[in-house]
C-alpha cells in the first residue's frame, strides 16, 4: 500500500501500542501551589520514553513536566517592567503640572458658550438637552448587571446543548454569507460572486467538519466547568482591562508631552514633520502601547491554563470562585512566567508596529504598492505569530515553560495533532463570537427599555440610540471577558487532553467518558489509537 499516512490495525501492533502506552508512556503531573510564591512540586521520573517503533509506526510524543520555580525570560521581563515604569513615571510628572481646576473651569465656560448659541436666552432646547445623571447612571448600571447575567446563562445553555448550538452557529454564518452574496448580486455582482463562493466553501466546510462537532462540544462543556467553577478568572480578567485602560491613560499624557517638545520636531521642513529623534521616540511609544496590551492580555491566557491544568489533575484546588488555583496560576503568570510572556508579545508588537507604519506610508509614490503588498504579508505573518502565541502561552501557563520551550511544545503538538487542533478552536470560537454579539444586542434593549423609563420619551428623542449604543458597547466587552475566558479554556483542554488523557479519566469520568467517546466517533474507522502522517512523519493524533 502506497500511502502517506499509514494505519496499522493488526493484532500484533495493537498489543504493542498498548504495552507501550501502559507502560512507557510517561504520566503529566499537575502544576501545584505550594506558597504564594513557590513553585510547581517536580514530578519524578518525568522524562520522555525511547519512542516505540515498527514497521509502520513512529511515536515520539513527549509530555510536559512541571518546570520548578524560576523566572525564565528574564531580561524581556527587565525590559518590558522597564518601559512600563517610564510611561507611567513620565505620566505622573507631566499630570503633577497641570492646573486641573483651569483645565476643567475652561472646559466648563467652551460648553456654556456653545450651548447658548442653540438655545438663546435659555441655553438648550428640551428637546437637545442632555439627560440627567439618573438616565447615565441607570443605563450603565443596568449594562454592568446584565451582561455577565447572560453570560452565564448563555454558559449554562451551551453546556447543555452544545453540539447543536455549535451547528447552529455554523448554519448562522453560512445563511449570513448566503443573504449577502444574494442582496450583492443586484448592487455589486462581483462582491455577489465573491460572497457565493464564501457560502459553497462554508456548506463545504460544514460537511467536512459535521462528524468532529461532538468532539469540539465536549471540549466547550469542559472548559465551562472550568470558568464556573473558578469565576474569580472573570476578576482576574477584569483588573487586566482595568490596568490596561489606566495604562492607555498614562500613555496618552506622556506620549503628547513628550511629542510637543521642541527638540521631537523638525525645524527645518513643515511644522508637522518629525526630527529623526522624534521619529524614533514616536515609534517607541507606540511599540511600548502594542508589547504593553498584549502582555495584558496574555497573562489572562496563561492564567486560565493554569487553572484547567489544577482541575485536570487536582480539581479540589480548583473548585471555587477565587481558588488556590486561580490565585496560585496568576501569581506565576505575572511573576515567574512574566518574562516568557512578554518575549512572545514583544514579537507581535514588534510586527504590529511595521505593518501598521508601512500601512500609514501606502499612499507614498514612490514604491507605494510595494509597501502595501509588504503591509498584507506581515498582516498574516502577524496572525500566524499570534495564533501560535495563543498555544504557547498553554504551555507556559500549565508547565511554566520558557518561551522557546513553549514554542517547541506546539510544534509537537501540531506535528502530532494537526489540523484537528485547528479544527475544534475553529468551530469553538466561532459559537462563542456569535454569543458574544447576541449578549450586546440582548444588553442594549435593555438599556433602551430604561431609556424610556428613566424620563419622558419626548425630552430625549435623539438620546435612544445613544442608550442602546452604550448598552451594546458594555455587552461586548463584559460578555467577551467571558467568552475569551472559554476560548483560552478551550485551547489549554486541547493540549491536556493530549497531553493526560488517562489522569483525565482519574479526576472526571463522566466528562472523560464523553470525550474519548466523541473522539473515537470521528474517526469511526480506527480503532484504539490514531496513527497519521503529517510533514513526512507519524504520530499519535
Known amino acids: 500500500m502506497d500511502t502517506k499516512y499509514a494505519v496499522v490495525q493488526t493484532a500484533e501492533a495493537h498489543a504493542a501500542l498498548e504495552t507501550f502506552v501502559e507502560e512507557d508512556i510517561p504520566v503529566a503531573a499537575p502544576v501545584l501551589v505550594a506558597s504564594e510564591f513557590s513553585g510547581p512540586p517536580l514530578p519524578n521520573n518525568q522524562k520522555g520514553s525511547e519512542p516505540y517503533t515498527d514497521d509502520e509506526i513512529s511515536i515520539t510524543w513527549e509530555k510536559g513536566e512541571a518546570q520548578p520555580a524560576a523566572f525564565r525570560d528574564k531580561w524581556f521581563a527587565i525590559a518590558f517592567a522597564a518601559q512600563f515604569v517610564a510611561v507611567s513615571t513620565t505620566a505622573m510628572v507631566v499630570a503633577s503640572t497641570i492646573s486641573w481646576a483651569e483645565l ?17 436666552d435659555d441655553g438648550v432646547s428640551q428637546e437637545q438637552a442632555a439627560p440627567g445623571i439618573a438616565f447615565w447612571v441607570s443605563i450603565i448600571g443596568i449594562s454592568v448587571l446584565v451582561a455577565p447575567v447572560l453570560s452565564i446563562f448563555s454558559m449554562g445553555l451551551m453546556s447543555k446543548n452544545a453540539i447543536g448550538m455549535i451547528t447552529a452557529s455554523l448554519w448562522f454564518s453560512i ?3 448566503g443573504l449577502v452574496a444574494v442582496f450583492s448580486i443586484f448592487v455589486a455582482p462581483l462582491v455577489g460572486i465573491i460572497y457565493g463562493i464564501f457560502t459553497i466553501c462554508l456548506v463545504s466546510y460544514l460537511k467536512t467538519v459535521k462528524h468532529r462537532i ?3 462540544a465536549s471540549n466547550l462543556k469542559c472548559s465551562i466547568s472550568v470558568l464556573k467553577s473558578n469565576l474569580g478568572l472573570g476578576l ?3 483588573g487586566s482591562m482595568i490596568g490596561l485602560v489606566g495604562y492607555i491613560l498614562s500613555w496618552a499624557v506622556a506620549f503628547m508631552f513628550t511629542m510637543s517638545l521642541d527638540v521631537m520636531k523638525d525645524n527645518t521642513g513643515d511644522d508637522n514633520d518629525l526630527s529623526p529623534l522624534g521619529g524614533f521616540v514616536a515609534c517607541s511609544f507606540l511599540l511600548s502601547f502594542y508589547w504593553t496590551h498584549e502582555v495584558l492580555r496574555n497573562i489572562v491566557r496563561a492564567t486560565v491554563s493554569g487553572v484547567v491544568g489544577h482541575w485536570w489533575f487536582v480539581p479540589a484546588e480548583a473548585a471555587s470562585f477565587c481558588s488556590t488555583a486561580v490565585m496560585g496560576s496568576a501569581t506565576r503568570a505575572s511573576t515567574y512566567s512574566l518574562g516568557s510572556i512578554a518575549f512572545g508579545s514583544l ?9 501598521n507604519t508601512l500601512h500609514n506610508a501606502r499612499n507614498d509614490r514612490n514604491g507605494g504598492i510595494l509597501r502595501c503588498i509588504a503591509a498584507c504579508i506581515l498582516a498574516y505573518i502577524e496572525a500566524m505569530v499570534q495564533y501560535f502565541n495563543k498555544w504557547a502561552y498553554v504551555y507556559v501557563g500549565l508547565y511554566g515553560y520558557d518561551y522557546i520551550e513553549a514554542g517547541k511544545r506546539v510544534m509537537n503538538l501540531f506535528k ?4 484537528n487542533v485547528i479544527i475544534a478552536d475553529n468551530l469553538t470560537n466561532r459559537l462563542l463570537g456569535i454569543m458574544s454579539l447576541t449578549i450586546g444586542i440582548l444588553t442594549g434593549l435593555c438599556t433602551l427599555l430604561v431609556t424610556f423609563m428613566v424620563e419622558e420619551f419626548e425630552s430625549k428623542q ?7 449604543f452604550i ?3 458594555i455587552g461586548i466587552v463584559l460578555s467577551g471577558i467571558f467568552m475569551g475566558l472559554l476560548s483560552s479554556a478551550v485551547d489549554s483542554v486541547i493540549v491536556c487532553f493530549a497531553e493526560a488523557p488517562q489522569e483525565f479519566n482519574d479526576t472526571h469520568p463522566e466528562l472523560a467518558q464523553e470525550m474519548n467517546q466523541t473522539w473515537k466517533d470521528a474517526w469511526p474507522d480506527v480503532v484504539g489509537t490514531v496513527i497519521v502522517g503529517l510533514g513526512g512523519g507519524l504520530g499519535v493524533v
Open 416 to 419: 502530532q495533532r494537526g489540523w
Open 236 to 238: 482576574v480578567a477584569i
Open 347 to 355: 514579537i507581535v508588537a514588534v510586527l504590529h508596529l511595521i505593518r
Open 214 to 216: 461532538p468532539y469540539a
Open 471 to 473: 448598552g451594546f458597547v
Open 175 to 177: 445563511i449570513l454569507c
Open 462 to 468: 435623539g438620546w435612544l440610540g445613544v442608550g442602546f
Open 104 to 120: 476643567f473651569s475652561s472646559t466648563d465656560s467652551d460648553s456654556t458658550t456653545s450651548n447658548n448659541d442653540y438655545g438663546g
